[in-house]
């Protein structure tokens, strides 16, 4: 069996997770949603983070003699535990970053091959700021962007409303 960081910390079964994260889907929309994944691909991956005991399913229905099934994320399997940080190697945490980053760059460059890209109307942006703050501080302001970004996970698709990725990385600007 593969050990569970390393079964979520791959660029397509990240992606899936991160979709089901929002929303529970069945493989059609999540197919629709990660275009660029072909469906054999899809349900592999969908196989292997379900028996890894990441995704649940929340709902079977029959349709056209198969079962159709919505999946969705099981809320203490979706990030790696304080445990699973600490044994991993700087190598480990080098290579989740860099599946991180990556998922990233796949899911821009996607966006960037669209004919009508127009980064100001779709309010895409790349930013990067040194802030000096004390840990207290620090965990303030994350709080504050958590608490934004709870507020509106759960919003459905909706006439006036696109699917927008929220991405963070937070690391010390020097070394110590």
Same mark, same amino acid.
């Given at each position: 069996m593969i050990e569970r960081r390393d079964l979520l910390l791959h660029p397509i079964r990240l992606r899936i997770v &991160?979709?089901?994260?929002?929303?529970? #889907?069945?493989? %059609? /929309?999540?197919?629709? +949603? %990660?275009?660029? *994944?072909? &469906?054999?691909?899809?349900?592999? $991956?969908?196989? +292997? %983070?379900?028996?890894?005991?990441?995704?649940?399913v929340l709902e079977e229905r029959p349709v056209r003699g198969g079962v159709e099934r919505t999946y969705g994320v099981v809320a203490s399997a979706a990030s790696l535990t304080g445990d699973e940080l600490e044994t991993a190697t700087a190598d480990d945490h080098f290579r989740y970053f860099a599946t991180f980053v990556g998922t990233l760059l796949a899911d821009f460059a996607a966006y960037a091959e669209t004919s009508d890209l127009d980064l100001v109307a779709d309010?895409?942006?790349?930013? +990067?700021v040194a802030l000096w703050l004390?840990?207290?501080?620090?965990?303030? *302001?994350?709080? /504050? #962007?958590?608490?934004?970004? +709870?507020?509106?996970? $759960?919003?459905?698709?909706?006439?006036?409303? /696109?699917r927008r990725l929220f991405s963070t990385i937070v690391m010390p600007g020097d070394p110590q």
């Open positions: &991160q979709a089901l994260v929002a929303s529970p #889907m069945t493989p %059609l /929309r999540l197919k629709e +949603q %990660l275009g660029d *994944v072909p &469906q054999a691909t899809l349900y592999r $991956h969908l196989s +292997q %983070l379900a028996d890894g005991g990441l995704l649940e309010r895409v942006g790349y930013r +990067q004390s840990d207290d501080e620090f965990d303030a *302001v994350v709080a /504050r #962007m958590s608490g934004a970004v +709870q507020e509106t996970i $759960h919003n459905e698709p909706a006439p006036g409303r /696109r």
